[in-house]
C-alpha cells in the first residue's frame, strides 16, 4: 500500500513521531521553568496572620528566596527545589490595604539567577469554596423557596 501512495505512508510515520518527540521535549523544558505555580498571580489576596501563606511553584534545580517587600523588605525566605518544585511559607502578617511585591529569585548552578516578580499582593481572609452536587441542589431549593416568598416566577415578576 504504501508503494501505491508513493511512500507517503512513511513519510507521515516519520512527521508524527518528529511532532511527539518535539512536544515531549517542550513538556520538558516547561517543567523545568523557573515559575510560580499557576494559583499565583498579580493581584492576589493571600491568608493573612496567625497562618502562613504558602508559596510555590517549580523550577531547575538550585534553591529559591522569596522576598516579601513594600517600601522595605518585610521578609526573605529560602527553600531548596527537590524533584522539579519548591515550596515557602511566608511568616504570617497582618491584613494590608498596601500592596507588596513578592519576588522569587532562583540561583542555580554556578552564578545564574532568574527573577520572577507578582505585584499587587495584599493579605486578608481567603474563603476557599467549593460544591458537591447536593450542595448545588441545596442552593436550587433555597433560591426557588426565595423566588416563591418574592413573587418571582422563572425570572418575571409574578405580583
Known amino acids: 500500500i504504501n508503494a501505491e501512495y508513493g511512500g507517503l505512508l512513511s513519510g507521515a510515520m516519520v512527521q508524527s513521531r518528529t511532532v511527539m518527540v518535539l512536544m515531549i521535549q517542550l513538556a520538558m523544558a516547561r517543567a523545568a521553568d523557573f515559575r510560580f505555580a499557576q494559583a499565583y498571580h498579580d493581584h492576589m489576596v493571600l491568608q493573612r496572620a ?5 508559596i510555590w511553584g517549580f523550577a531547575p534545580p538550585g534553591r529559591v528566596n522569596v522576598t516579601l517587600a513594600s517600601d522595605h523588605v518585610v521578609a526573605t525566605v529560602t527553600a ?19 500592596a507588596v511585591e513578592l519576588t522569587a529569585t532562583w540561583s542555580g548552578a554556578g552564578s545564574s539567577t532568574r527573577d520572577i516578580v507578582i505585584t499587587d499582593v495584599l ?11 447536593i450542595l448545588d441542589l441545596l442552593s436550587e431549593v433555597r433560591c426557588s423557596r426565595w423566588a416563591e416568598q418574592h413573587g418571582v416566577l422563572y425570572g418575571r415578576a409574578t405580583r
Open 50 to 54: 496567625p497562618q502562613s501563606a504558602s
Open 80 to 98: 531548596p527545589v527537590v524533584q522539579g518544585k519548591w515550596r515557602v511559607s511566608l511568616p504570617p502578617q497582618e491584613a494590608s490595604i498596601a
Open 123 to 133: 493579605f486578608g481572609d481567603v474563603w476557599v469554596c467549593s460544591a458537591s452536587s
